[in-house]
C-alpha cells in the first residue's frame, strides 16, 4: 500500500499522472514576443510616422496649439498617432487618433461652444440627443486605450 502511494505520488511530481496540462490564458497565448531591441526599433520608427503626419498636416492658425505624440502597440501590431490641438480664439479642444503608416483617422473628440461629440471610424453614428454625449466618452476612452496602452 504504501509503495502505491509512493508511485502515485511521483507520477504527480512529475506530471505522469495522464491529465493534461493546465492550459495557458489566451492572453499569453496570443500576445507576440519581442526583444527589447525590435520593440526600441518599432518604437522609434513609429515615432518617424508621427513626424510625417505631421508634416502632413500642417498648422496654419497662429491661435491653435498642437501637439502630437505616439505609440506602437505590440498587442495589436499597430503605430497610433495622437494629436490634440486648442484653439485659444474659438475655445475649441480636438483630438484625433490616427493609425500612424495609413495616416487613417480612427478616432476623434471635439469640446467647445458648449458642445461635445465623438466619433470611433467604423462604428455607427451615436446618439447625439440632448441628454447624450454624442459619443464623447466611448470616442475619449477608445482614444486612451490606444494612446496610453504603453504605460500599462
Not at 513609429?46 to 510625417?52: E, P, S, V
Request: aromatic share 8%; proline share 4%.
Amino acid at each position: 500500500m504504501l509503495k502505491r502511494a509512493i508511485a502515485a505520488g511521483v507520477l504527480v511530481i512529475f506530471g505522469l499522472s495522464g491529465r493534461s496540462p493546465r492550459p495557458k490564458s489566451v492572453v499569453a497565448q496570443t500576445k507576440p514576443v519581442v526583444s527589447a531591441t525590435e520593440d526600441a526599433h518599432l518604437r522609434r520608427e513609429c515615432a518617424k510616422q508621427a513626424d510625417r503626419v505631421e508634416k502632413d498636416k500642417p498648422n496654419s492658425d497662429s491661435d491653435e496649439m498642437i501637439s502630437w505624440s505616439s505609440n506602437y502597440s505590440i498587442a495589436d501590431n499597430r503605430c497610433y498617432v495622437f494629436e490634440s490641438s486648442y484653439n485659444r480664439r474659438l475655445d475649441l479642444k480636438l483630438s484625433f487618433l490616427y493609425d500612424g503608416h495609413t495616416e487613417e483617422n480612427l478616432a476623434s473628440t471635439e469640446q467647445g461652444n458648449g458642445q461635445i461629440n465623438g466619433t470611433i471610424e467604423g462604428t455607427p453614428d451615436v446618439d447625439c440627443s440632448p441628454v447624450s454625449d454624442c459619443g464623447y466618452a466611448s470616442a475619449q476612452k477608445y482614444i486612451n486605450e490606444r494612446v496610453q496602452q504603453y504605460v500599462q
